[in-house]
């Protein structure tokens, strides 16, 4: 009863063999596919759930003294009834890249068989979250976006702004990229990150970036209560927003102004009225889903020409789809080994029932320990 | 950034050669003192959700036709406050035994180091389900169990009640035991797995069973609705039961009017009310949890001489214990394999930056495929 697994190497075997334009490209397709054939009968996502660090952080409790930065876990889940199950875990620890060196966002993802319960597959979750957030809005901006839109600013460009800008890419005509980060190092080093897609990238600051941006990507670690992370005080009249940094009860993004008068579009309506920006309005001033903006593209044609937001909360079907793009490359290339994680006993009825294998393990190693 | 696996092999490998009886003693001891020093400050248990997909069984929307059998898929989440998160996420497939040789019951265990997000390690939850769920009721028994208690009753003697049986008989001093399972099958078979035991097993009708127990264990899949499990008709006036087969919501094991008038302790109050015997009864009527016997058992020790319920829906503690037993012997032999999971890039601030991986890869497959 094997568990796949596609790890580290195997993703970046599968990045490099395959290229990032095509798997983008394959990303952004296969979740168009799923959001136009969502069905709420067959596939239901949760709501993301988790700790949140923050709540307690600088306590002292007993023998324990808690000095964490604060931070996120949480688990993603979705079923496609009849066939599997996959749930993300995805953390969120912003100060990651000073402190260690890692990304922000870490994360797996888990696949199960709803027949049997068994685990399938364990996949990387920390660049398919970067594709599969970057195809979201590419899927929202090539609805939503003006149709001559040309310049496009990125708010926050650290290891997201990456795969977003590459994902616009794939669905529109950039001439100018404008990019702004508080932190001047990510800012500095952002040109030469996005160096693969052969655009015209300047770092400006936040009054230039968006007088002059027909899309905006703002991908902020902003805290809670400190939005929003641009004025919007000279914004285009058509100017469309993917605000991708939600994560969190409290934080958002964009000016409550842009918000309360833009068509804005959640990715996930239960989530977004949480941690989105859909939080400032109430909610029956909330636009189409993104399903619905997918599934009936001309009906909201005429937006094109006004102010639109794609409220990105992170949607645990975009999970689904991207594992379902690498597990097919996978499979084309055979990559990927199998681990039997899972203890199954010879005797279904007795856990204990695992002779066979202490015995053959016991034998190996005993010579070798 | 390495996880560890603690897969089948592995842990197959170490109940052997650290001996079954001594990881149960050692998960029995490690639970308590979980118990004993448990601060709700410091630890967060979640109450357990997951997908029933019982809800849609036999459907059919669309292209698809669900012909399913009914189950679960549960995560069991576990935040310890400036160290670790444990993440169980288990499966209930009550035909796997019948249908493909598998238990009802697996499970992996994930954990998370908090300060950075990371997927420490990953385990089997299949074995150490069984076992954690076996010292729950050792402990439970211990605490409420009429010191004089001699004689166990099974009902349900399927793959848990081989470790029940185990995990009591390290508590207590067993001179009788009596099986019983609806599945001749499970009936006949449950001498033979127990029988590194060393006691005496009668398979026996339910009368006789709750007539001659002074322990009895319900470990049952009796579907919602089909409950109780045993008549209650002629009980020990001592009586203590371990009722372990809750999972869902509607589902209980226990009789109604023992459960009315027997102290009910759970294990984890909020999932016991939805999930457990606790169903059965307004809230003001629970007795103290499992946490409160353990840590003040002289308060609850007049109630050895009455009847008891240990209401155990399965605690998250309880995995995140598991587990650190195992870490502890993996420790001690240096046994587990480690992969490299998640795609942690060169540069934290581009998913894209694997290309030492990729090269090194691409290079080493070139000839090979």
Known sequence: MPTRILDREDVAWLLHKVGRHEIMDEVIAALHAS???YDSRVIEVRKRD????????GARFGAHSVEETGGLLEWMPVLDF???ATIKIVSYNPQNPQRFSIPTILATICRFDIKSGRLLA?????????????????????VLAHPDARSVGIIGTGAQAVTQLHALSRV??????YGFDTDPQAAHSFASRVEFLGLDVQIVDLERLEAAADVIVTATSVAVGKGPVFPGRDLRPHLHVNAIGADVPGKFECPRELVET???CPDFLAQAVVEGECQQIPEEQIGPS???????????????????VFDSTGFALEDKVALEVFIKYADQYDIG????????????LNPYSLPEVALRVLGRTAGTK
């Open 290 to 308: 993104l399903i619905q903006l997918v599934k009936k593209p001309e009906e909201y044609s005429r937006y094109r020409a006004s102010r639109t």
């Open 82 to 84: 009849g066939a599997d």
């Open 35 to 37: 959001l136009r054939d």
């Open 122 to 142: 364990l996949c990387d979750g920390v660049l398919l979250t970067a594709l599969r957030t970057g195809a979201a809005s590419a899927i929202a901006t090539r």
């Open 172 to 177: 529109m005509k950039i001439d100018h990229v």
């Open 262 to 264: 833009a068509l804005v």
């Open 337 to 348: 080994a199998t681990v039997e994680i899972e203890a199954i006993p010879a005797d279904p």
């Open 50 to 57: 988790g700790f949140n660090y923050d709540r307690r952080r």
